[in-house]
Nanobody, 123 residues
Framework: QVQLLESGGGSVQPGGALRLSCAAS??????MGWFRQAPGKEREGIGC????????WYADSVKGRFTISQDNAKNTVYLQMSSLTPEDTATYYC??????????????????WGQGTQVTVSS
């Protein structure tokens, strides 16, 4: 069992930045994905990191603006978000899985989920 705890959400103006954290209770997984869900929309996979070698995949919607990284010593994965727009407003989730980020965009690929953290981009 892996427990994931997200933090770092909040409100920011357009063009601003936020860093989300996902702290895991144990390294009992090999991939960590990030998802977001806006009201009335499906949960969207925005990226995934393969813990063992730092390979990372991004959705086109966030590529070049969002960066995923990890701190092995802290069992924590980060999502650095910049150049935020109102369209980035959503609840953001991290999720853990085994494998090399296979089918990383699919919700069903992940075993464990965090509780979500709200990000609001508004002027």
């Amino acid at each position: 069992q892996v427990q994931l705890l997200e933090s770092g959400g909040g409100s920011v103006q357009p063009g601003g930045a936020l860093r989300l954290s996902c702290a895991a209770s144990t390294w009992n997984y090999s991939s960590m994905g990030w998802f977001r869900q806006a009201p009335g929309k499906e949960r969207e996979g925005i990226g995934c990191i393969y813990i063992n070698d730092d390979r990372i995949w991004y959705a086109d919607s966030v590529k070049g603006r969002f960066t995923i990284s990890q701190d092995n010593a802290k069992n924590t994965v980060y999502l650095q978000m910049s150049s935020l727009t109102p369209e980035d407003t959503a609840t953001y989730y991290c999720a853990a899985a085994w494998g090399v980020c296979g089918n990383w965009r699919q919700v069903g690929s992940y075993l464990y989920w965090g509780q979500g953290t709200q990000v609001t981009v508004s002027s």
